[in-house]
């Protein structure tokens, strides 16, 4: 169970591999790998967002998502996740979140990738602000599923 909170663009097909070949040491053991990618979008709330600033609380995040996939562990029979999330200055169509999960089965790699996207999404401290042609903005609330 990894979690990486990063400052830098990321190429989350890239990321799964390497993860892979360096800390699943299972192959054969596997039988399902879920994964999520969350992309920035160029449209929030009827207007055109030409970037996004992310911040999130240094230790809190980390200690919130690692206490997610401690949930998930626990609810499914999963061998392994890896969450990756970025923060600073995004651009659209660059990769936000990267969420994967590893399992014997698809039915515990699909709920349990579904549990920790949702968790996040509504949950974790990451705070966002939107660059508009007319100014910037905070975003109050996600998007629902």
Not at 24 to 38: E, H, M, P, S, Y
Request: charged share 20%.
């Amino acid at each position: 169970m990894t979690v990486h909170i990063i400052n830098a663009p990321f190429d989350p097909w890239q990321e799964v591999a390497n993860y892979q070949q360096a800390y699943l040491k299972r192959a054969g053991r596997f039988g399902a790998t879920a994964c999520f990618i969350g992309t920035m979008r160029d449209f929030n709330e009827g207007e055109n967002v030409q970037a996004m600033e992310l911040e999130h609380y240094p230790g809190m995040t980390e200690k919130y998502l690692g206490k997610l996939t401690e949930e998930a562990r626990r609810q499914w029979p999963i061998l392994d996740s890896l969450i990756i999330h970025r923060y600073g200055h995004l651009q659209p169509n660059e990769p936000i979140v990267l969420v994967v999960v590893w399992s014997a089965h698809r039915a515990a790699a699909f709920k349990a990738c579904y549990y920790l996207v949702e968790e996040l999404k509504a949950n974790a401290p990451f705070w966002k602000k939107e660059t508009l042609a007319t100014g910037t903005r905070w975003v109050e609330s996600n998007t629902s599923s």
